[in-house]
C-alpha cells in the first residue's frame, strides 16, 4: 500500500511542479502564449494537487492511517517546493519564468495545507487554490500586455520602458499584494485557516514559511515593476525606442475581471466556515463511498465552525509585503544600502 502510494503520488507530483519534479514547469510556462500561461497557472497544477487529496482521502487514508511519518514527509515536499520557487522566482529576470516559479513556490504552500491531513488546512488550501489561481492568471495577462506592448520579457532589457502603460503597472501591483496574501484578497482567507491549521497540528514553523515565500514572491514582482514602469535600477543596456501605444480596455479587462473575482473571494460572508464543513465532507471517506456505491445524498450534520482570528494573519500578510517591497527595493537601489548589507544582497 505503502509503494502505491507512493507510485502515484509521484504522478500526481510531476502534474503539480512538485520539487524535485518541477523540471517541466518553468520552460513551458516560458514559451506557451499569455493564454496558454493563464490556463497553466489556473488549472494545471490545481488539478495535481485535486489528485493528491482526492486520492489521498478516498482510497488511502483508512489503511495508511497507522503509518508513522507520512505527514512529515508531505511536509518536507511541501516546504522544498515553497523555498526552491521562491528563491528561483527572486533569481529571474524573464517575467513568464518568474510567475512560473512563483506558481511551484505557491503549489508548496498549498501542498503544505493538505500535508497537514486535518480539514481545517483541506479548507484553507483549497480557498488558497482559487483565489491564488486567479491571480496569477492576472499576472499572465499583464506580462502578456507588456509583451503585445514592448515586445519582450526581459525586465532588465525593458527598464523604464514601461512608462506609458499604468495600467498594466497597477495590475503587477496588485497580483503582487495578492500573492503576499494580503487582505481583502483570498488569498488571504486561505492562509489563515492553514496557518489555524498548522499551529492546531502542532507546526507553528509553518507561519513563519508562508511569510517568507510571501515575501520572496511578491519582491520578485515588484522589482520587476519597479524597473519596467518606472525605470529603477542601474542602467541596461540595449535598450530599444518604443512606440507609445496605451493597453486597450480588451486587453485589461481579463485581467482585471480575474482581480476581482480574487477579493470577491475574501469578501464572501461565512466562506471560511463553508470551507471548513466542505472540507471535513471531502475527508470523510465512509460518506463519500457511500454516497458513490450506494447513492447516499445525505450531506451530514449541519456544524457551525467558528470563523478563524484574522488579526493575527491580517499583520502576518502586512509584514510579508512590507518584506518584499524591501527586497525589491535594496535589490533596484543597492547603493543606498549600508554596506555591512550591500554584499550579502547583491
Do not use: N
Amino acid at each position: 500500500m505503502v509503494v502505491a502510494f507512493l507510485l502515484l503520488m509521484v504522478g500526481f507530483f510531476v502534474k503539480a511542479a512538485v520539487v524535485p519534479f518541477h523540471f517541466w514547469l518553468a520552460d513551458a510556462y516560458a514559451l506557451a502564449p499569455t493564454v496558454v500561461g493563464v490556463l497553466f497557472a489556473g488549472v494545471v497544477s490545481e488539478l495535481g494537487l485535486y489528485a493528491v487529496a482526492r486520492v489521498y482521502w478516498t482510497v488511502f487514508s483508512a489503511p495508511l492511517a497507522g503509518v508513522e511519518g507520512l505527514r512529515g514527509v508531505l511536509l518536507l515536499g511541501a516546504v522544498a517546493t515553497a523555498l526552491v520557487g521562491g528563491v528561483m522566482c527572486l533569481l529571474q529576470h524573464h517575467l513568464p519564468r518568474m510567475l512560473a516559479y512563483a506558481t511551484v513556490s505557491h503549489v508548496g504552500l498549498t501542498l503544505a495545507g493538505f500535508a497537514l491531513l486535518a480539514p481545517v488546512g483541506v479548507g484553507g488550501a483549497v480557498l488558497y487554490l482559487l483565489a491564488d489561481g486567479l491571480v496569477k492568471g492576472s499576472l499572465f495577462i499583464s506580462v502578456g500586455i507588456v509583451d503585445h506592448h514592448l515586445h519582450d520579457v526581459d525586465e532588465r532589457r525593458l527598464q523604464g520602458r514601461g512608462r506609458h502603460l499604468p495600467w498594466a503597472a497597477a495590475l503587477m501591483v496588485a497580483g503582487a499584494l495578492g500573492l503576499a496574501g494580503v487582505p481583502p484578497f483570498g488569498t488571504f482567507l486561505g492562509k489563515a485557516l492553514m496557518e489555524e491549521a498548522a499551529v492546531e497540528a502542532g507546526a507553528p514553523w509553518l507561519v513563519g514559511l508562508f511569510v517568507v515565500v510571501a515575501a520572496l514572491t511578491s519582491a520578485a514582482l515588484l522589482r520587476a515593476t519597479g524597473r519596467v514602469f518606472l525605470g529603477l535600477g542601474a542602467p541596461s543596456p540595449g535598450r530599444t525606442a518604443d512606440h507609445h501605444r496605451h493597453a486597450h480596455p480588451t486587453q485589461l479587462a481579463p485581467a482585471v475581471g480575474l482581480l476581482v473575482v480574487a477579493v470577491v473571494v475574501g469578501l464572501v460572508p461565512g466562506l471560511t466556515g463553508a470551507a471548513h464543513h466542505a472540507a471535513e465532507r471531502f475527508t470523510d471517506r465512509p460518506a463519500y463511498a457511500a454516497a458513490v456505491l450506494e447513492g447516499a445524498t445525505g450531506t451530514g450534520p449541519g456544524v457551525t465552525h467558528p470563523p478563524p482570528e484574522l488579526a493575527g494573519p491580517a499583520l502576518l500578510a502586512v509584514v510579508s509585503a512590507l518584506l518584499g517591497l524591501g527586497l525589491a527595493l535594496a535589490a533596484l537601489r543597492p547603493d543606498r544600502l549600508p554596506g555591512q548589507l550591500r554584499g550579502g544582497v547583491t
